[in-house]
């Protein structure tokens, strides 16, 4: 290896304080690893289970300096870290997995397709626009299409649905003219999504499939692997691979996919870190994709990405606080844990607000079809 190897004792740093910092803090710590968090807030669901926290923007330069000063290491758990602060701590001598260019190629949904094709992997029919003329410009073959604003879209904001020029232009205009894609509208058999981890010396490992079922643009189930055949199954996973490759990705990305009537994959974006669909790989897989982002960052091996309990992910969501009347409500934690296979995760966030990620429940079982009616009794009991 040509690199050093950050052994166990050493101080990790993290951009981030939300609950996939938490977790990765947590795989940290049970490798003997201590992090150091950089995140605005006081409090943060990753703060409370690191060694230490920062609290300063993203973008300070004195925070950003405490934290060059304290680790060797850096790795973010969000997507809009800002890139020009990874290049700073990279030139601060830091190691930063990702990379600041890896992240920056995810931030605009215009730069990251051009990777995306670049890798020979498909994408969905699209145009860049900038401008009211690009908007003029546009292919009718691209209706109906769905405009996204090019950077800082998540949970499907930044989203419009639009049948044609007239309402693109519309839709453009209530974006405040931002650069934007438009992509066609396309009939989605399936949602699918693949982690991917790829270390210091280029050695590069997929997760199985995950299938991924949202509710309100918010990831509601993943089930993995996903119920799709082997040969398309591989297919994902090799796509997955190749877009790291095409990156030059170094730590743990995820590759969201769709597949469509015909059987054929696109990709559709990517989040240059874990994700709420590989929240399983904690309990079903040999190693979590939080491990996968501390080992590739301490510069050791990649462990097994195997399977060892088929899984289904429920997401717990701030509206489960709250019963019909909109009073506060606890959910039954001690029914919910006497089903078998159920794994609770919380976030250890004080307040619930609908739509809020709170936390999420992995039901693992020897068999898939066991997995999902251990989960339909869990949603059931959730209620
Ligand atoms: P984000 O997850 O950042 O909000 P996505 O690009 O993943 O944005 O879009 C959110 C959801 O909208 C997708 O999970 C999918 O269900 C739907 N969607 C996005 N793009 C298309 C498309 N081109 N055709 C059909 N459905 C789409
Ligand atoms: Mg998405």
Request: net charge negative.
């Given at each position: ?24 803090a ?6 003997g690893y201590h992090v150091?968090v950089?995140?605005p ?24 300096r ?9 790795t ?13 701590l ?24 051009a ?14 626009v900038?401008?009211?003329a ?41 974006f ?7 992509e ?12 991917v ?10 997760f ?10 918010i990831?509601?189930v ?7 055949d082997?040969a ?21 990305l ?14 559709n ?26 080992r590739v960052?301490?510069g050791?091996?990649l ?11 429920l997401?717990?969501?701030?509206d ?39 936390g999420?429940?992995t039901?693992?079982?020897?068999t898939?079809?066991?997995?999902m ?8 009991v959730?209620?």
């Amino acid at each position: 290896m040509d690199h050093d190897v950050l052994l166990p004792g050493e101080t990790l740093g993290l951009m981030g304080g939300g609950q996939l910092g938490r977790m990765f803090a947590q795989a940290a710590a049970t490798m003997g690893y201590h992090v150091a968090v950089l995140e605005p807030g006081a409090t943060s669901p990753a703060g409370e289970v690191a060694l230490r926290q920062i609290a300063a923007r993203y973008d300070d330069a004195e925070g950003l300096r405490t934290l060059a000063q304290t680790v060797r290491a850096v790795t973010t758990e969000f997507e809009n870290v800002p890139a020009a602060s990874l290049r700073a701590l990279a030139d601060a001598g830091l190691r930063t997995t990702p990379s600041a260019d890896a992240v920056a190629a995810t931030q605009n949904r215009n730069v990251e397709k051009a990777f995306i094709k670049r890798a020979g992997v498909p994408v969905a029919p699209h145009a860049r626009v900038a401008s009211e003329a690009d908007v003029a410009a546009l292919p009718a073959e691209l209706f109906p299409g769905i405009l996204k604003t090019a950077s800082l879209g998540y949970d499907g904001k930044g989203q419009a649905r639009v049948a044609n020029v007239e309402e693109t232009l519309e839709a453009f205009r209530a974006f405040g003219g931002v650069e934007c894609v438009l992509e066609k509208r396309l009939a989605l058999k399936l949602e699918v999504s693949v982690i991917v981890c790829r270390g210091l010396d280029g050695a590069t490992k997929t997760f199985p499939v995950s299938e991924n079922v949202h509710r309100n643009g918010i990831l509601a189930v993943s089930v993995m692997p996903a119920r799709i055949d082997d040969a398309t199954a591989n297919r994902a996973r090799e796509y997955a691979g190749r877009i790291a490759e095409a990156l030059d990705y170094r730590g743990v990305l995820c590759v969201e996919l769709f597949i469509l009537e015909d059987g054929s994959i696109l990709a559709n974006e990517l989040a240059p870190r874990p994700h709420n669909s590989g929240h399983a790989t904690i309990d079903a897989c040999v190693m979590s994709q939080y491990e996968a982002q501390v080992r590739v960052m301490a510069g050791l091996p990649l462990g097994s990405t195997e399977q060892h309990s088929a899984s289904v992910m429920l997401n717990l969501l701030g509206d489960l606080w709250f019963d019909e009347k909109g009073e506060a409500a606890t959910p039954d934690w001690a029914k919910l844990l006497s089903i078998p296979g159920v794994k609770l995760h919380l976030y250890g966030k004080a307040e619930a607000r609908p739509a809020r990620k709170m936390g999420h429940v992995t039901v693992v079982a020897p068999t898939g079809e066991l997995a999902m009616a251990r989960a339909r009794e869990a949603a059931r009991v959730l209620g």
